[in-house]
């Protein structure tokens, strides 16, 4: 997509949520925010936020190098730069930032590193997925018999990154054979799934993963409740859920404003909460983790010792 047409229709899809999502009543609960907000819990989220960045970057580390071995500290800044790309450039383009950042720092081939991402999305929406289902469940959201077939998708969302590194590993043979495809690029785009063949490693990627989804419900959470006293915390976890589902998009507009905040908002008002206190929290949630990508981003992509001879 041309880069000058990207940034109009961000700023287009931008400019349409906001219209959509703000009212007087919401403009004025806005500028009382500064001071009604309770720090602690503000602080603590962005804290949080921070620790995912960490856990991100190890899950990454394992699944590229095959062991349960902590992330060093290329790999953690790997991990925040990509987190800050993401919202600094539209339409997901920030995601191509980090197997280039691989193959940079590390050698690790494009293709390798971006099955790794791939993989590592999977995993997330089948997490996200089922935190959603679970939360909705909860809440009594979904109606009659169709709230037994909402727990046993989430129960097989939850076993779901397990079923992929196995089939994964079984269609490997056959990807290799399709045509324009081959082993020249079958093979490393799927060379993630070689790191999950060790059990260990497995039960760790995908317990890491659900650690990340659910650290973020606790921020938003934490969020919600430090500005408004109207979001109980299974409505903070669904919100939280359907935004991560629709950041996931390919339609984000300018620093990530658009559809994650309409989808909070959509969720957390089916479950009770009222209009403007939903569009209040959801702005909260997406300044407090925009801010954290903007500075631990922002110091990662400065310049650092030892940077040159790493080169």
Known sequence: MNRSLSVVLAVAVTGLCLWFLLTPDVLHALRRIGTDARPLPIVAAFLLCTLVQWLRAW????????????????MVRIACQANFLNFVLPFRLGELGYPVL??????????HATGVLLLARLFDLAAVGCIFL?????????????????????????????????????????????????ATIAEPLSAALDALGDVRV???????????????????VLVAQ??????????????????SLAFA???????????????????????????DD??????????????????????????????????
Do not use: E
């Open 102 to 111: 691989m193959q940079r720092r590390y050698g690790i081939r494009f293709l």
């Open 278 to 311: 939903a569009v209040v929290s959801a702005l909260a949630l997406h300044a407090v983790v925009l801010v954290n990508a903007i500075v631990v981003g922002g110091l990662a992509m400065l310049p650092w010792p030892g940077d040159a001879a790493a080169k």
């Open 249 to 275: 998009l390919p339609i984000n507009g300018i620093a990530g404003i658009g559809p994650t905040q309409a989808a909070w908002v959509l969720a957390t008002v089916q479950a009770g909460v009222p209009w």
């Open 226 to 243: 430090a500005v408004v006293d109207t979001v109980p915390p299974t409505a903070a976890v669904l919100g939280g859920a359907a935004s």
């Open 202 to 220: 497995r039960v760790a990627v995908v317990t890491v993963g659900f650690a990340i989804w659910l650290l973020l419900a606790w921020m938003a």
């Open 59 to 74: 899950r990454y580390s394992m699944m590229t190098s095959a062991n349960l071995d902590l992330p060093g500290s290329a």
């Open 134 to 182: 679970a939360s909705a469940c909860a809440l009594g959201l979904v109606p009659g018999v169709f709230n037994l077939l909402a727990v046993v998708c989430a129960v097989a969302l939850a076993v779901a990154p397990f079923g992929v590194a196995l089939a994964g590993r079984a269609l490997r043979p056959h990807l290799v054979r399709l045509p324009y495809v081959g």
